[in-house]
C-alpha cells in the first residue's frame, strides 16, 4: 500500500484523482489536504493529523488558500526529514515563472492539469504507473 | 526544437540500449552521451570539451562513474543555481536504500533502478521518454 498526499481545494478535481487512482496497482491510500497549512500539519503530525502516516509520494497544486503551493514546496525542500518526499506539482498554470520557480524549489515534476476529463485521468494513470510503479521512492526518513 | 538530453553513463551496453530504446520512440530527441563526472561537468558548464554544447533539458544520471562519482555530480548540478533546475534523472544499477535517500536528499528528481533484463530496460526508458518528454513540463531553455 502506497500513502499519497493530495494537497487540493477544488473538489472536482479531488474526486477525479480518486477515481484514477481507484484501481491502481499498488493499491493507494490516497490522503487530501484541503489547504496549505492543513497539508503542512499533516505532514509534520500535528493537531488533528497526529497519527497521519508519512506519505510516499505528494501531489501538490499551486493555487491554494490559507498557504499557496509555493510556500508549501520550499517548507517540505527546506526540512531534511521531508525532502525527500517526491513532490509532484499538479496545476492549471502553464506560466513558465511558475515551472521554473517550481523546479528551483526542488519540485521533482511539473505537471499541467488538462481540461478535459479524459485527459486528466490519463494523466493521473500516468502519474501512478510511472511514479508509483516504476520509480524508486525512499522508504526511509530523510533524516535517518 | 529536438529535446536535448545528456546522458551520463560508462557502461556501452547500457549506452546502446538507451540510444534504441530513444530512437525507437519516434520523438525529436538528441541524445549526447558522456561517461564520466568530470566530462558531465565540462558539459553542464561548457568548459574545455564541452565548449559547444548545447543546455540539456534533461540528464539521466549513473551512481557509479569513473574520475567522479554520480552523487557528486547530482550534488554540483542541484547547488547550481542555474544548473539546478534542469530535471536530473539518477539511473543506476543500485537498490540500496542508502542510495535512494542520498539522491532524494541531494534533490535527484527521480530515482530508478536500471533492470537486468533488455526488455525491461528498454521499456524503462520508453516510460523516461513518455512521462519526462511528454507529460511534464520541463523548463524552457529562453529564458534562463
Not at chain 1, 510503479?133 to 526511509?140: E, I, M
Not at chain 2, 549506452?15 to 568530470?38: C, M, Y
Not at chain 2, 574545455?48 to 562513474?65: C, E, K, Q, V
Not at chain 2, 535527484?108 to 511528454?134: E, G, M, Q
Amino acid at each position: 500500500m502506497m500513502t499519497v498526499l493530495l494537497v487540493e481545494d477544488s473538489p472536482g478535481d479531488v474526486r477525479l484523482t480518486q477515481e484514477a487512482f481507484r484501481d491502481a496497482d499498488p493499491p493507494i491510500d490516497l490522503r487530501v489536504a484541503v489547504d496549505g497549512v492543513d497539508a503542512l500539519s499533516f505532514l509534520r503530525q500535528q493537531g488533528t493529523h497526529s497519527d497521519a502516516p508519512r506519505p510516499d509520494f505528494i501531489l501538490l497544486d499551486l493555487n491554494l488558500p490559507k498557504m499557496d503551493g509555493r510556500e508549501v514546496l520550499a517548507h517540505i525542500k527546506e526540512d531534511d526529514d521531508l525532502k525527500t518526499i517526491p513532490t509532484v506539482i499538479l496545476t492549471t498554470s502553464e506560466a513558465e515563472a511558475d515551472i521554473l520557480t517550481s523546479y528551483r524549489l526542488q519540485a521533482n515534476c511539473y505537471l499541467s492539469k488538462p481540461v478535459y476529463l479524459e485527459d486528466f485521468e490519463s494523466l493521473v494513470k500516468s502519474i501512478s504507473d510511472f511514479w508509483l510503479t516504476k520509480v524508486k521512492l525512499p522508504r526511509q526518513r530523510g533524516d535517518m | 526544437m529536438p529535446i536535448e538530453v545528456l546522458l551520463v553513463e560508462d557502461s556501452p551496453g547500457d549506452v546502446r540500449l538507451t540510444q534504441e530504446a530513444f530512437r525507437a520512440s519516434g520523438k525529436a530527441v538528441r541524445l549526447h552521451l558522456v561517461s564520466d563526472g568530470i566530462e558531465a561537468m565540462a558539459f553542464l558548464r561548457r568548459e574545455g570539451s564541452g565548449a559547444d554544447a548545447p543546455r540539456p533539458d534533461l540528464i539521466l544520471l549513473d551512481l557509479n562513474l569513473p574520475k567522479m562519482d554520480g552523487r557528486e555530480v547530482l550534488a554540483l548540478i542541484k547547488k547550481d543555481q542555474s544548473l539546478r533546475i534542469i530535471p536530473t534523472i539518477i539511473l543506476t544499477t543500485s537498490d540500496a536504500e542508502s542510495d535512494v535517500v542520498m539522491s532524494y536528499q541531494l534533490g535527484a528528481n527521480c530515482y530508478l533502478r536500471k533492470p537486468a533484463h533488455w526488455d525491461a530496460f528498454d521499456s524503462l526508458v520508453r516510460s523516461i521518454n513518455a512521462f519526462w518528454l511528454t507529460r511534464a513540463k520541463l523548463p524552457q531553455q529562453h529564458v534562463i
